[in-house]
């Protein structure tokens, strides 16, 4: 069974570079481009892993976070916030919001490898 990763982002071309890392380390990817479509998916299906983008629009990704951390089977999937923000303050609210780690953007492949590798 492959490893299935949900990459959350309202950017086509971020979603193009995400989606070709994790495919080329062999891993099964599908998107969502905002929160709610995000809370809708993970309703629906089972994820290993998610990739969350903050700032989206119609559910940002710390809403989207706190809503499925509600769901019954969302409370255990690691959730990596993909961020621009490096500031301190942004990254206590993506703790605060339930999400495991962050990655910054644009993405280092190498330690986006390892943060993957480690929450799986």
Do not use: C, W
Not at 35 to 51: F, P, Q, R, W
């Amino acid at each position: 069974m492959n490893t299935k990763i949900l990459i959350v982002e309202d950017d086509e071309v971020n979603i193009v570079i995400v989606e070709y890392l994790l495919q080329k380390e062999g891993f099964e990817v599908e998107t969502a481009s905002n929160g709610e479509e995000a809370v809708e998916k993970v309703e629906a299906d089972k994820y290993d892993l998610i990739l969350m983008d903050i700032e989206m629009p119609i559910m940002n990704g710390l809403e989207a976070t706190r809503a499925i951390r509600r769901l019954a089977h969302g409370k255990k999937i690691p959730i990596i916030a993909l961020t621009a923000h490096s500031v301190e303050e942004k990254l206590r609210e993506i703790r605060k919001a339930g999400m495991n780690g962050f990655l910054l953007k644009p993405l280092d492949q190498a330690k986006a490898s390892q943060l993957i590798k480690q929450y799986l």
